[in-house]
């Protein structure tokens, strides 16, 4: 069986290792860009991906590249603390929490994809454009080429995966209405710069004022020689009424605002001006996410990771759930012989908690504790329950967690898509066919 996976982003690249450790081994990457380059800044693998990462022998090298986060905690603008709860192991998970950089990530992926499938296995340059049903099944798969004159090519598939990421060229072909993503004009900005360790050098910290936010994490957690760490941040401001006359998913003009009253922020022994020192020259983007769909997999054709499901970025999960679709994909083409059937399957096992996911993001997920504390005490608070029942903020924070399958007792239970076989070839006596 040939499966063509367009995108060798983290989603995509986590399905080929998937495909392979199951025993499926004709599977290609195809990747737009002609060369894959570190960039983003920090993402958030939750415990329940670690666990998927270990399955594929990657966690000793994800956590070497990355920081175990042990806290997180909310706060209002005046650094007054909403909201904490312990993380990955130290909230009993079998699995920690790492922040890494997309970039370090994506490449041990890379480095893992050509080390086990070989080096044909990912190529660049090969823009998926659209694809072709076949007669009798399976699909041509249509690309494009920047470099040199190379022309338009094309390659069979008996499945093809669509981790196309935002502006899926596979998802607008299954759904050409669709359009532009949705953006909900907040602008963010993002980076990562070297700082000072706060907090014990294990905290993400999430801070608010209604309007503006900043979220902040280590993602180095061993100081360099001058007592700094890398630390990722993220700084957005919700939509003004300029924002509104501008077309939504427009970038803003740089600088725009950045950073505000942020730079005044300080929690502890953070302070936000140090952390956003010599951040001068950032980008920023609209926050984007799309909505979710009736259904992903089309026969041989399906979608993974944000291209199947991109969400605001509310609770650390985008990252995640590429990598946990990945696994469950993996699992069902191993586990039966239809390739039409597993697709379908995939479908209903991953689709139906994602689409929950998407809209509990777009309802600001767990940082809604922040907008809940600025409502009802916008001039800060002497005790956080005089203004929100410590029950509510408790639900909101654990129902988050079981949406997103990162509460202890998911994270601690055995995967559902171990099935990795030895060998290549027919499929294990174990196939369940549904
Ligand atoms: C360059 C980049 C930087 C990012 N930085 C951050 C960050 O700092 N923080 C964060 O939280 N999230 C970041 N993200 C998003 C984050 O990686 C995803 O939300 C999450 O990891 C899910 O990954 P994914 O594999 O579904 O999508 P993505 O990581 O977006 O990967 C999609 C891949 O598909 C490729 N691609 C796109 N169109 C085509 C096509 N037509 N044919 C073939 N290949 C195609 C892209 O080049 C990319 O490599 C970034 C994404 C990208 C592409």
């Known amino acids: 069986m040939k499966i063509v996976i367009a995108g060798a982003g983290i989603g995509g690249l986590v399905a080929a290792l998937s495909l392979h450790a199951a025993g499926l081994r004709d599977v290609r990457v195809l990747e737009a860009v002609p060369r894959i380059r570190p960039f983003g800044a920090g993402v958030n693998v939750q415990p329940n991906a670690v666990r998927e990462l270990a399955a594929l022998g990657l966690a000793e090298s994800l956590a070497h590249a990355g920081t175990e986060l042990t806290e997180l905690s909310y706060h209002n603008h005046l650094g007054q603390r909403i909201w904490y709860e312990p993380r990955g192991r130290a909230s ?55 470099c040199g004159d190379r022309p338009d090519s094309s390659i069979r598939a008996d499945v ?32 990562v710069n070297r700082s000072t360790p706060f907090q014990g050098g294990r905290s993400m910290v999430v801070m608010g004022d209604g309007r503006w936010k900043a979220v902040i994490y280590p ?34 003009p740089p600088g725009d605002g950045f950073p505000g009253a942020v730079s005044d922020w300080t929690c502890g022994d953070l302070r936000l001006r140090t952390v956003l020192a010599g951040a001068g020259s950032v980008g920023s983007f609209p926050m984007l996410d799309r909505d979710p769909l009736p259904r992903w997999s089309f026969g041989p054709v399906t979608l993974l990771g944000d291209a199947a499901h991109a969400m605001a970025p509310m609770g650390s999960s985008a990252t995640t759930q590429a990598v946990l679709d990945a696994r469950g994909l993996a699992h069902a083409l191993a586990t039966h012989r239809d ?30 504790v922040i907008d ?3 409502e009802r005490a916008p001039g800060g608070f002497r005790r956080v329950e005089d203004v ?16 997103a399958g990162f509460d202890t007792e998911s994270v601690n239970t055995p ?17 369940r066919e549904p």
């Not at 957690?221 to 760490?229: F, I, K, M």
């Not at 929100?388 to 949406?403: F, K």
């Not at 030895?422 to 196939?431: I, K, L, N, T």
């Open 160 to 191: 093809l995966v669509g981790a196309d990421g935002l502006r899926s060229a596979v998802r607008r072909t299954l759904y050409p209405e669709e359009g532009e993503p949705r953006a909900n004009g907040t602008t963010v900005w993002r980076g």
């Open 92 to 146: 009993d998970c079998d699995w920690p929490q790492l922040a890494v950089h997309r970039g370090v990530l994506q490449s041990i992926l890379v480095d893992a994809v050509h080390d086990r499938l070989g080096p044909d296995a990912l190529t660049t340059d090969a823009r998926v454009t659209g694809f072709d049903p076949l007669d009798g099944g399976g699909t041509e798969v249509l690309l494009a080429h920047r």
């Open 219 to 252: 993602l180095a957690g061993r100081p360099d020689a001058d007592g700094l760490v890398l630390v990722n941040w993220a700084v957005s401001r919700a939509a003004t009424p300029q924002d509104t006359e501008r077309d939504p998913g427009q970038e803003p």
């Open 372 to 374: 809940l504390a600025q």
């Open 339 to 368: 390739p039409v059937r597993a697709l379908a399957a995939y479908d209903r096992d991953r689709r139906p908690p994602m689409n929950r996911l998407q809209l509990l993001n777009r309802a600001k997920g767990p940082e809604l």
């Open 415 to 431: 995967s559902p898509y171990d099935c990795h076989r030895p060998s290549s070839g027919a499929h294990a006596e174990a196939v």
């Open 388 to 403: 929100i029942p410590a029950a509510r903020l408790a639900r909101v924070a654990e129902s988050y967690a079981r949406a």
